[in-house]
């Protein structure tokens, strides 16, 4: 359970605009670093198509429905990406194992492969920002994206937080 907050805390508009603009040029640097990942693979693919590899190494056994809400992607546009995954070989499909009409993914050693090419780019890219930050700023940062992260954090109808 967490802390209620500090009512010392009142962050007024231009702080607020000031850690929104951070965010939105941290996004963009990493998505650069995703682009560069997605241009030397050579494979033609997304960011989408990476991040629903990303996010199924991370939650195997993903199924459309939870890779849309997991990504904000409309379920079309989800199934869509698999899709593509598994045409370039990167994702098999499979049953669920409690309910045979869920369709669910997995990556395939070379969705595994495609995924952690493009990943590493961002891990060493995240490791300098967490070591400039110190162990105190590695722990803050995780509670403040977890917090804007809200309900992504965890899977639908489970309990506890994901990994």
């Given at each position: 359970?967490?802390?209620?907050?500090?009512?010392?805390?009142?962050?007024?508009?231009?702080?607020?605009?000031?850690?929104?603009?951070?965010?939105?040029?941290?996004?963009?640097?990493?998505?650069?670093?995703?682009?560069?990942g997605l241009e030397a693979d050579g494979l033609?693919?997304?960011?989408?198509?990476?991040?629903?590899?990303?996010?199924?190494?991370?939650?195997?056994g993903v199924g459309v429905q939870e890779l849309a809400h997991l990504t904000s992607l409309s379920k079309q546009a989800a199934s869509r990406i698999l899709a593509d995954l598994?045409?370039?070989?990167?994702?098999?499909?499979?049953q669920g194992e409690l309910d045979g009409r869920r369709?669910?993914?997995?990556?395939?050693?070379?969705?595994?492969?495609?995924e952690s090419a493009v990943s590493e780019r961002l891990r060493s890219h995240v490791a300098r920002a967490y070591r400039a930050a110190g162990l105190d700023g590695v722990a803050g940062a995780r509670r403040i994206l977890a917090a804007l992260a809200g309900g992504r954090t965890r899977s639908p109808g489970a309990s506890g937080v994901a990994r």
């Open positions: 359970m967490s802390a209620p907050p500090d009512p010392r805390l009142i962050l007024h508009e231009d702080e607020l605009d000031a850690g929104l603009e951070l965010l939105l040029l941290a996004e963009a640097s990493l998505w650069a670093g995703v682009d560069a033609g693919l997304g960011r989408s198509h990476w991040r629903a590899a990303f996010l199924l190494r991370r939650r195997p598994a045409a370039k070989g990167l994702v098999e499909k499979g369709r669910v993914a997995a990556l395939t050693p070379a969705g595994e492969a495609f």
